[in-house]
């Protein structure tokens, strides 16, 4: 089987264009944000064995693909429009592209956004996708608005993404049903795009963890120039890691990473308007610590003891 | 030396925001078109070995890698704005990162182009840029437009690039300063930028040369619902290639790819109009053939004699 590059697109990567100008199949596509709107724009690139393992199921690759784009979309408080896709791989494979599109789509049409745009090559397996959201002007959650006196919130759960990576790993071992649960967290992630609009205006800073709680909340401490406290037991993880031993559980939540949940701040005189964006949004939310004027992260034990913890973030380049 | 993702991010691609409301470093860029603008997206993805050989230089790469991009936006009649940027590098060389920022921002520049965000990693040398450009409401030149009468030009000259790729698979050879000639046409494209924004409203329909110029006209004549005639011997052609057998000519201007010249179609009414934009821009523009009723591509050789030349377009997944 020999599917062409025009061909693979027209299959599996054409579909009607609703809200763009213009879609797949000219030099560009043409989109127009709605007046006072401003675009926002966020690129990932993934990698076979860097970013996913090569036994992942197609659909699901497809689904985290966007999945993580869509994720910086949220920390942002923007609404999905659409999205460009560059893809590369070894073999125009028709069962695995079929898969990937169904992933890709689905989530795609649960959020509004269109796939706008792209370009397919044979090559190493790799996924580039271009999202682009609208915010009213002015209004995106930015990484440097947290005050001293704020509380700082995390959404959903921490951890079971690193647990699920561990397990792959070899260097933990879980019943099937708890390795089926948080694998689909490390395959599935939900990006929290309805609760990141549900926060414009009230949450002064929002970024996504993709590297790591500790290191990703350290972005936002170094770019509003604030410190933060919080106690390590009060970060919310389920009820599969609460059953790892007290390091384990430490480690994936504070700098497991690939948990695509909201890490954000408000100040602590909006406390019920941050439980109903929540409720809004439909998505827990939990408190974990408080902004401070000092720089650095201080993250407390049992018995408010200063943890010595590697709180260092997950960087691509660094780790073996 | 290991120098980490974001302190690479920091050192080689962090410029100061002009035009984009926010650039590199928070969760998304935010982009704010002026009123009546469209944003036009286009987004390629480039693989080593299959797009570029691990010979060329970083600046040269740098450049290209964005070039091919901006001749999208040049082919929409767009102006350029900015870009993302995904790179996956096997290893953070530094000397090589200063080569590929230094050719990749020399290019932007010149184009007011600037790098809004982007995401790095490890793994296969792999470059995903997706660029945004802007262009009035409704003026955007599609691949659809072209009438039967309308005359079909092409812009610069076209086949140098696919002489450079044979005479570096050892196909033909040059003399070194030729040589010199066609890896420059290669290696350093020039997209027509200047020249797509002048073409609005006189240009019914216009695509750039990735692929080779009879499959990407071929586009246009799909998208347009109509066919094309033209001589063979009318493309335009640089003096190194002019001198090459009469085969490798015709092949190189009709199926070579990589060209990023502009392939358009104007009323016959409008060829003052159309050499005017050309004088505008300073590229030099040629007739090559008009637009026919009958589909298909018709190309004539010597005594209008139709050539049955292979004009399949240069597909990434059909060829070796």
């Not at 994720?71 to 592209?97: I, K, M, N």
């Not at 909340?217 to 037991?233: D, I, K, Q």
């Not at 909201?262 to 610590?289: K, M, S, Y």
Request: net charge negative; hydrophobic share 45%.
């Amino acid at each position: 089987m020999a599917l062409g590059e025009f061909e693979l697109i027209d299959k599996y990567f054409t579909r009607p264009v609703r809200r763009a100008a213009l879609g797949v199949g000219d030099d560009c596509a043409l989109l127009v944000p709605a007046p006072g709107m401003q675009l926002a724009v966020s690129t990932d690139l993934l990698i076979e064995g860097r970013h996913f393992l090569s036994t992942v199921l197609p659909d699901r690759l497809g689904h985290k693909a966007l999945a993580v784009n869509l994720s910086d979309l949220a920390a942002c408080g923007a609404r999905p429009l659409g999205f460009t896709l560059g893809l590369s791989l070894p073999q125009p494979d028709e069962a695995w592209l079929e898969g990937f599109a169904r992933g890709l789509f689905a989530l795609a049409e649960r959020h509004g956004c269109e796939l706008v745009g792209g370009d397919t090559t044979r090559g190493p397996l790799a996924i580039s996708i271009t999202v682009f959201g609208e915010v009213p002007a002015g209004q995106a959650l930015l990484r440097s608005g947290a005050r001293p006196g704020d509380d700082v919130y995390v959404s959903g759960t921490l951890g079971d993404a690193r647990l699920a990576l561990e397990m792959f790993r070899g260097a933990v071992s879980l019943p099937g049903e708890d390795f089926d649960r948080v694998r689909r967290a490390m395959e599935l992630p939900e990006p929290r795009v309805a609760l990141g609009q549900a926060l414009r205006g009230i949450a002064t800073a929002a970024v996504d963890v993709s590297d790591g709680f500790a290191g990703d909340l350290g972005h936002v401490l170094r770019r509003s120039g604030v410190g933060a406290t919080l106690e390590a037991e009060s970060l919310p993880r389920s009820a599969v890691l609460a059953r790892q031993p007290p390091e384990w559980q430490r480690r994936c939540t504070l700098t497991g990473g690939d948990d695509y949940e909201l890490v954000f701040t408000a100040p602590a005189a909006r406390r019920d308007e941050v439980e109903a964006a929540a409720r809004e949004a439909g998505v827990p939310v939990t408190r974990v610590g408080r902004i401070d004027v000092e720089p650095g992260l201080r993250v407390l034990g049992p018995e408010g003891r200063l943890l010595a913890a590697d709180l260092h973030t997950f960087d691509h380049f660094k780790t073996p």
